[in-house]
């Protein structure tokens, strides 16, 4: 079927044609590149705080250090356990000595 070249059935069948050709090889991978891609909530945090660390020098250096310094929660509860154990330990061994004693005054 024949139609003018400035008509608009033309137009959309040559629109159509370059959709078709766009679907093949390296043009589908780029139009897919090209498109905007849609960020949920926690790309988008991570993207804003990422820029806001660039941005700011001192928040930069200021988390290095913290991170640096060994003041981490974790070592923190871990050290405050391995002390309480330690505590438990001593308090143990002084009921054991206390209660020998009273069997032996007997």
Do not use: C, P
Request: proline content about 0%.
């Amino acid at each position: 079927r024949e139609v003018e070249a400035g008509s608009r059935e033309a137009a959309r069948a040559a629109e159509a044609k370059r959709r078709r050709e766009r679907t093949r090889g390296i043009d589908l991978v780029l139009d897919i590149i090209e498109r905007k891609r849609k960020v949920n909530i926690v790309d988008k945090s991570r993207m804003d705080w990422k820029d806001y660390k660039r941005s700011d020098e001192g928040v930069a250096k200021e988390l290095e250090a913290h991170a640096k310094s060994g003041e981490k929660f974790t070592d923190k509860q871990a050290f405050l356990k391995q002390a309480e154990w330690r505590e438990y330990e001593k308090e143990r061994d002084q009921r054991a000595i206390y209660t020998q004693r009273m069997k032996g005054k007997r």
